[in-house]
């Protein structure tokens, strides 16, 4: 009995040491893993950057750096821009950080500080700031399978010079989400607290815009593979069907409106579709609807004082049917005149 308690002293001291060396080698493996994977993605990113500039378009991450060791890994730029003089396109940013865990790289998130100067052909140069911007991207066999992006406080205004910026409108909270399903996407978006600034629309009160739709055939849009330039572009000839898209003045018992049902856009952006429309103070929806959109304000007219004599009540809401076939509606028996063309 003595001997064996002898020798429990150098058999523990032996699983110690045991248990250290693994450990040991456990870090330096880690480290060494941090390490390769660190230097593969700063050359992939000054591949990324020199391929774009073979083609034109000059990327800018200064003062780039990987960070993150030992369980993050991470890319990080003081200040990024991008400069595609082809297309007339130019934006400017401040600090970009990006990560994700070396257990789990296939989800990554990022944070970009204001402001973004933003300059193209399809819109006046913009100055867009917000409180906190944060995105995420989770990727699987088929390239990325989901997107998110969430931007508190976004001030979206024009740029003037000297710095000077005109506001044209603020939210309190803005989000976006995409994802494959199957060979379709899913896209939902929510901005919420919308105050308008330009002088004719200033007297509005605070609105929320919300939609929730998917387009078939569309996955792939999420890879980069989007064609055309815009996404009314992207959308010719293309279908899908909107569960939900929600125009809303803030308060409760506001007016409000509400869209569901498939669609589907020819090649010259000609929407057709039959689509349930719920309303609450359709007068002031429709208001809301011909000044945000000026295309749209007669047919928006037109519903909210024809709707009493179609529509049916139900739930507070007043619900309608309208048919679409190349851009023109209808509300029953009575014509509604032409849908803006999708651009």
């Not at 950057?49 to 073979?54: D, H």
């Not at 309303?279 to 000044?291: C, M, S």
Request: hydrophobic share 45%; net charge negative.
């Amino acid at each position: 009995m003595a001997a064996s308690s002898a020798r429990r002293p150098g058999g523990a001291r032996r699983a110690f040491v045991a248990v250290a060396a693994i450990a040991i080698l456990l870090a330096a493996a880690l480290s060494g893993v941090w390490y390769y994977l660190a230097n593969r993605l700063d050359g992939a990113v000054q591949a990324a950057i020199e391929a774009a500039a073979g083609t034109g378009t000059t990327i800018a991450c200064e003062r780039q750096e990987v960070f993150g060791y030992p369980f993050r890994l991470g890319l990080r730029c003081e200040a990024v821009g991008v400069e595609a003089p082809a297309k007339e396109l130019k934006a400017a940013a401040g600090a970009l950080r990006t990560a994700a865990q070396v257990y789990d790289p296939s989800r990554i998130v990022a944070e970009l500080d204001g402001p973004l100067l933003l300059d193209t052909p399809k819109t006046p140069p913009l100055d867009i700031r917000w409180r906190l911007f944060q995105a995420s991207a989770h990727f699987w066999t088929e390239g990325v399978d989901r997107l998110a992006l969430v931007i508190e406080g976004p001030d979206v205004a024009l740029a003037g010079r000297a710095g000077t910026r005109t506001t044209l409108a603020t939210s309190d909270h803005l989000e976006v989400h995409a994802r494959r399903n199957g060979a379709d996407l899913d896209f939902a978006l929510s901005d919420d607290g919308v105050k308008a600034a330009q002088p004719e629309l200033a007297s509005l009160p605070p609105f929320g815009v919300a939609a929730d739709l998917s387009v078939t055939g569309a996955a792939d849009w999420l890879s980069g593979e989007r064609p055309g330039d815009t996404l009314g572009e992207a959308l010719r000839g293309r279908a899908g069907t909107i569960r939900s898209l929600k125009l809303a003045f803030a308060g409760t018992g506001a007016g409000s409106a509400e869209v569901s049902g498939p669609f589907s856009v020819d090649g010259d952006g000609q929407i057709s579709g039959r689509f349930a429309i719920a309303l609450t103070d359709p007068a002031a929806i429709a208001d809301l609807a011909g000044r945000l959109v000026p295309e749209a304000e007669g047919i928006a007219g037109t519903i909210a004082s024809g709707i009493g004599l179609v529509g049916r009540t139900e739930n507070g809401r007043t619900l309608v049917e309208i048919d679409v076939k190349r851009g023109r509606a209808s509300l029953g028996f009575i014509p509604l005149g032409k849908l803006p063309q999708i651009e």
